[in-house]
Each structure stands twice: as C-alpha cells, then as structure tokens.
C-alpha cells in the first residue's frame, strides 16, 4: 500500500523527512485529516481471499485516536470530488 495523491489534498505531510513517505492529506480546520492509499494487485488478492486489512498507528505513547478507513472520500465528507 502507498500513499496517492488525490483531488481535494491540500498538504503533503512529512514532505521533509526523509524517515517517512509523502502524505498527499486533505486537512479540515476542525482537525479531521483525510488520505488515500493505493493497494498494489498482491495487495487486493490479499484482501479479496482474507476479506480484511490490519492498520498500523504509530501512537509514540499518547492516547490512540479515532479512526474511520473508507473505500469512497464521499462516505467521510459531503463533496461531490471525481477520485
């Protein structure tokens, strides 16, 4: 899986360091963040047999926060993007 940059972004996170990938985001004043990541044909075989996905959070020991996967932007924000 690999970050992709989409319609709507507006930040590229961690841009300067080297340690991570670029994260095309879409950031809200209201804190909420929004990416979009491309899964690899080995990937969706995976998914397709297994019918589920793990997600890793790098929480550096402060609270976990909430998170929402999506397969559409449109079912975590009301706009009307063409992706």
Do not use: R
């Not at 899964?39 to 397709?48: A, H, L, V």
Request: glycine share 4%; aromatic share 8%.
């Amino acid at each position: 899986m690999k970050p992709k940059e989409f319609k709507g972004q507006n930040v590229i996170i961690a841009k300067d360091q080297p340690e991570y990938l670029p994260l095309p985001a879409m950031i809200f004043p209201d804190g909420e963040v929004i990416t979009c990541w491309e899964f690899s044909e080995e990937e969706i075989n995976d998914i397709i047999k297994n019918k589920c996905m793990f997600i890793k959070q790098l929480t550096f020991n402060h609270p976990l926060q909430p998170i929402m996967p999506l397969v559409n932007l449109e079912d975590g924000i009301n706009l009307n993007l063409d992706l």
